[in-house]
């Protein structure tokens, strides 16, 4: 089973390039040798793949959260343009990075503290 490791911040905007995963089909003729991606287990309304070009993406509107969700696992099949599915998926292991997301004020005691 191939994998990808990637580490991402939690203020990645939506729409970013995650990874590019990609599959061989040895067929000769189309459409049979045409090869589309999709997303089997982990996408959790966050996650996109391009079905032609494996592309995988953070969604429109997703917000990461590392106190929540430090971590993904999506899943990648590959389908031939006969419907045969890859033997073996993909996994994309998703580390996200916390960020310093809190504002810094400051009192009058001269200390500051977060929100």
């Given at each position: 089973m191939l994998t990808y490791n990637?580490?991402?911040?939690?203020?990645?905007p939506p729409g970013t390039e995650i990874v590019k995963v990609t599959a061989y089909d040895g067929d000769a003729s189309l459409p049979f040798n045409r090869v589309f991606y999709r997303i089997e287990r982990g996408a959790q309304d966050k996650f996109?793949?391009?079905?032609?070009t494996g592309s995988v993406r953070l969604g429109?509107?997703?917000?990461?959260?590392?106190?929540?969700?430090?971590?993904?696992?999506l899943e990648i099949a590959a389908?031939?343009?006969?419907?045969?599915t890859s033997e073996t998926a993909t996994?994309?292991?998703?580390?996200?990075i916390d960020t310093n997301?809190?504002?810094?004020?400051?009192?009058?005691?001269?200390?500051?503290?977060?929100?």
């Open positions: 990637k580490i991402i911040r939690e203020d990645t996109l793949v391009d079905a032609d429109p509107g997703a917000v990461l959260d590392y106190n929540v969700h430090p971590a993904h696992i389908v031939d343009g006969g419907g045969l996994l994309i292991n998703i580390t996200v997301n809190k504002v810094i004020v400051g009192n009058t005691t001269g200390s500051s503290t977060s929100r």
